[in-house]
């Protein structure tokens, strides 16, 4: 089921704590670039189906990344791409969207996400694996 872009916002948001939409939608359209730039093929293409329309062209278009980056190097890309931010601010931004994102995906399509990341992503989308 596709969110509306209002309800994603709301949770992005609230989870961010933002003064504004605005706010939560300039860190959603950050992390979910970076984010689209380690996802393939049909798992992107599903996690893009459940995103407002925006959103999932945000992500179906992705930055190029050589190599995946690892949970604190995508935090800090994050902060680079964040006018302001700090690593400390960029993570907070991170959690807030990926824990809304991984809301949106469900646990089956999570899991597909997560095998594609390096180790460690599990605990961005606040869904810390049993090893």
């Known amino acids: 089921m596709t969110l509306r872009r ?3 916002l709301d949770h992005v948001k609230e989870r961010g704590e933002y003064c504004t939409a605005e706010e939560a939608e300039r860190a959603a359209r950050v992390v979910l670039a970076l984010l ?14 459940r995103l407002p329309e925006g959103f999932a062209l945000i992500l179906l278009n992705p ?3 050589a ?6 190097r995508f935090v800090r ?3 680079a791409w964040i006018e302001g931010a700090t690593e400390q601010t960029a993570a907070w931004d991170v959690s807030a969207v990926l824990s809304t ?3 949106a995906a469900g646990d089956e399509l999570l899991a597909q996400i997560l095998l ?5 992503y599990d605990l961005l989308f606040g869904r810390p694996q049993d090893i």
């Open 6 to 8: 209002e309800v994603f």
């Open 36 to 49: 689209g730039a380690h996802l393939v093929g049909d798992v992107r293409a599903q996690l893009a189906a």
């Open 63 to 65: 930055l190029q990344s």
């Open 67 to 72: 190599e995946p980056l690892r949970p604190e």
């Open 77 to 79: 890309a994050t902060a």
């Open 101 to 103: 994102v991984a809301d």
């Open 116 to 120: 594609q990341l390096p180790a460690g």
